[in-house]
């Protein structure tokens, strides 16, 4: 019964059936919480806001109807927004904002090709490779990044004159997270008709009007926000995208300085997505599709350069937000940029009066929901190992960003996972008719092997024949064939002859191409080797 608990304590699995009301419930929450987002994340890339209103819209939109992870909510995102900044602040003072604009556009289209080629090739099962204590790490700095980024709802003004609020403005918008919280937390215990953190949206936007109308006091809201990044700003009304191509020159020294900003955010926009639906795999125990979202984002991210969108990928706090609001399906993604395209033609005026606490509120539900409790309680119990990863990927989540975090676990996990295979490389030896030594190997040979394989003979003193026999053992790389070959120069100063035994196919075919590196003598069947021995 112990060891069921431990098992369990790794499930993040949310137990909440599929449900089309559901999913379109769970949709328009989620499309509130784009807008002050995809607004936060135009300014980062020094682009208008409904540049990142679009590029939700359309990111959203194509890879809910196309890509490979339903309820998986996909927009502007801070990642890509960050890898595009310094593009645009480059081309700014060079060719004006206006084309400067297009650079960014052919960016992002080109981007898109990337991700598309990546999905084709099928490339996006190596998402396969990331060890489950990389995904907590990844889960739980995940939680912190959305965690700390709420922060900077509690400041006015920006750079030198960004301040924190003053003590009743404060107090007021720490009420208006408190009561958010609170609804969102306690609603479902009553009822489950409505999605908790749409009513609690609704409720405190209500609660908000009510006193600011009343002159009571003023809680921040969406256009507040817009207003904060831009004063000129009135509000984040837009038209419908339209069709045009990049206005760039279409050059060979255009496509080289666009380029690397493309495949970076390829990279780190696949990355981000890959990893969401993985976790979005775990927490709803179903199993999404690596390489047609790769496919989906890239579509998308194509048509955001035709269409004055940003681009973007999967986002994370979004999709835990619908998951955990009960959105499983299609429908919500699709009703999620749907909704957003509706708030910016029609109602953008309501939607300017959400209050930030409201927003802040439903983000800090979806850290407490997001971050992975258990890891503090199985620290102690798993191996060492995995407790340093899981530490290890959070911390550089933090402290660098998700992707470079995720490198960083998987690379320090097949170091780890090499170093501990290397340990276990052992032979027992046997003396067969007293002129044959036999040392039959037990681990795998490769590169982090090669040390403890080599110190397991004594060339000195072993006898005239030497076979290795490799039944239980296996040769994995160039190191191996590269150690192999080192004994058996050894043995052949001391006039010993090496053979080697019972190598499985694949290891022969390996030792039979590097036939110039490797030259050894190879038996099938050691009775009949020390037959021939004892008749010679």
């Known amino acids: 019964m112990k060891e069921e608990n431990n098992n369990k304590i790794f499930k993040l699995k949310i137990d909440k059936p599929r449900n089309l009301k559901t999913d379109v419930l769970s949709g328009i929450t989620v499309a509130l919480a784009l807008v002050p987002e995809a607004v936060a994340f135009s300014f980062v890339a ?4 409904k540049v990142g209103l679009y590029a939700a819209f359309m990111v959203g939109l194509i890879t809910a109807i196309f890509g490979g992870r339903p309820g998986m909510i996909s927009g502007a995102t801070g990642a890509v927004a960050v890898i595009f900044a310094p593009l645009m602040t480059l081309m700014i003072p060079k060719v004006g904002l206006d084309s400067a604009m297009g650079y960014l556009f052919a960016a992002v289209a080109l981007m898109g090709v990337l991700q598309i080629i990546f999905g084709v090739c099928k490339l996006g099962k190596f998402i396969r490779l990331v060890p489950h204590p990389v995904m907590l790490g990844f889960v739980n700095g995940l939680a912190i990044i959305i965690f700390k980024a709420q922060f900077g709802q509690f400041y006015t003004g920006t750079g030198d004159e960004k301040a924190l609020l003053a003590t009743s403005p404060l107090l007021i918008m720490c009420g208006g997270i408190a009561l958010t919280m609170f609804i ?9 008709m409505v999605p908790a953190t749409l009513a609690a949206l609704v409720t405190v936007t209500l609660i908000a009007v009510g006193l600011d109308k009343f002159d009571i006091c003023h809680l921040r809201t969406v256009l507040d926000f817009v207003q904060t990044m831009d004063p000129t700003k009135t509000t984040i009304a837009a038209d419908l995208p339209a069709f045009a191509l990049p206005n760039i020159p279409w050059t060979w020294e255009t496509l080289k300085l666009i380029f690397p900003y493309a495949a970076l955010a390829a990279s780190v926009g696949l990355i981000e997505s890959l990893m969401t639906l993985t976790l979005v795999d775990e927490l709803t125990e179903t199993r999404g599709h690596g ?7 890239g579509a998308a991210n194509v048509v955001n350069g035709f269409f004055g969108g940003m681009g973007g990928c999967a986002m994370i706090g979004q999709s835990m937000i619908n998951i955990r609001g009960g959105g499983r399906g299609r429908t919500s993604g699709i009703t999620a940029a749907m909704c957003l395209l509706f708030f910016v033609l029609f109602l953008a005026q309501y939607v300017e009066m959400i209050p930030l606490a409201a927003l802040v509120g439903v983000m800090f539900m979806v850290v407490i929901g997001t971050f992975e ?3 503090f309680r199985i620290i102690s119990k798993i191996p060492k190992a995995d407790a340093f990863i899981i530490i ?4 550089v989540t933090v402290v660098e960003d998700l992707a470079i975090a995720v490198f960083v676990g998987i690379i320090a ?3 780890i996972f090499a170093w501990n295979q290397g340990k276990v490389v052992k032979a ?8 044959t030594k036999v040392y039959k190997l037990h681990g795998s ?9 080599k110190e397991l003979f004594d060339f000195a003193n072993d006898p005239k024949d030497v076979v290795i026999d490799f039944n239980d053992s296996r040769v994995y790389d160039h190191s191996g064939l590269e150690a192999i070959n080192f004994i058996e120069e050894k043995y052949s100063e001391q006039n010993t002859k090496l053979h080697l035994l019972n190598l499985s196919k694949e290891c022969s075919e390996l030792i039979n191409k590097a036939d110039n590196v490797v030259e050894v003598s190879i038996i099938e069947n050691l009775d009949w080797h020390l037959a021939e021995n004892s008749l010679g």
């Open 373 to 375: 409790w258990s890891s």
């Open 445 to 453: 040979l490769f590169f982090g092997s090669i040390t403890s394989f």
């Open 46 to 49: 020094h682009v208008d806001p």
């Open 413 to 415: 996990s097949a170091l």
């Open 184 to 192: 969102s937390y306690f609603l479902p215990k009553i009822t489950t």
């Open 392 to 395: 290890l990927v959070s911390t």
């Open 291 to 297: 390489n047609k979202e790769c496919i989906g984002q």
């Open 428 to 435: 027992s030896v046997t003396l067969e008719k007293g002129t």
